[in-house]
DNA sequence: ATCACTTACTTCGTATACGAAGTATTATTC
DNA sequence: GAATAATACTTCGTATACGAAGTAAGTGAT
């Protein structure tokens, strides 16, 4: 999973630099352990680590449509057909066209897809959440206040660098 | 590009689990829209993403190894060799054997590549460096502490969930 | 030197991941 | 109510991404 910075030319102290670059580096850690994680519990029931997202998903939130699952997994509706077709393959789930909507298809779990999420004691990403939890409150607050503004900020330097130059 | 949680049943009260959420939801956002940005500059030169970074850790760092390019690009070698593939079929690196070591392949960049480089002005990840800067140095390091114990005690956790149990 | 081992890289098979284009169905507009 | 637009999904082409297996080239131990 690729990431990650080229070296700063920087504009700042080394210090900084170094906790700038700790942070950078200790948030992409967080993100793609979490997906590590995911993958390894996913791994010994012989799923990968989206399919076995889909299958918490739906053992918590019951059927949801195609699209509905998408936006919960965070990926395209085309991603998702295609990881929907493997899992129909395996017996995991069934498509199950919607008689409201003739667009709309209904993922529903199988038996085996049911038990198999009953198997997952935890969803990989309840690891993540427990050790936030594990923080102290203020800790807490401050961190998200912290992280909030630096999404703001990125927000801002987006916008920003999306009205100027351009180069050959 | 998956992610994501399936929802609480929750030891915490409403509050807590909704300030947990919220931490997993901007880290999953920081790091998603970092990969957004630079795949959204790599594409107005014609490039994917991760050829972009290619592209400017090259620059920044002069020629590497492939596995020296799979470690900072945190991908592992048979990735970056299908991605060294396609860029050096657009002519943007070329691969040179070592003479030290036969076995090693030094990837380099071509005139093109560098003159694609030098058009892009900062690597993309240096907004969300500069958004990090643009903290107080107090929150910086606040925040660096926090994620670093968040970091810490996710290993704890995962040590602690590699040992235990096994189900059907 | 020789054999086992490691290292650096490539190749292959499979699974995401995305965008563009296509299909079917529903909603809107006139 | 037929034409148009929007929605839900699928299909296709291409690019990651990973692990397993393969190749070639160093390293070690004897």
Chains 1, 2 share one sequence.
Do not use: C, W
């Not at 919960?72 to 929907?84: E, H």
């Not at 004691?121 to 936030?132: D, S, T």
């Amino acid at each position: 999973m690729i990431s990650l910075s080229t070296p700063p030319r920087s504009a700042f102290s080394d210090g900084v630099q170094r906790d700038i670059d700790k942070i950078v580096e200790t948030t992409v850690y967080l993100y793609t352990e979490s997906r590590r994680l995911t993958k390894e519990v996913a791994r010994a029931r012989n799923l990968t680590g989206p399919q076995l997202t889909v299958v918490k998903m739906l053992q918590h939130l019951g059927d949801l449509s195609l699209s509905e699952l998408s936006e919960r997994i965070r990926a395209g509706n085309s991603t998702v057909s295609g990881i929907i077709d493997r899992m129909e393959r395996e017996e995991l789930v069934r498509r199950v066209r919607s008689k409201e909507d003739r667009r709309v298809v209904h993922i529903k779990l199988t038996e085996k897809g049911r038990s198999l999420a009953a198997s997952v004691p935890i969803a990989p990403m309840e690891i993540f959440q427990a050790a936030i939890a594990s923080l102290e409150a203020e800790e807490m607050a401050t961190v998200l206040r912290i992280l909030l503004k630096l999404a703001g900020r990125i927000d801002e330097l987006v916008q920003a660098s999306n009205t100027p130059q351009s180069e050959p």
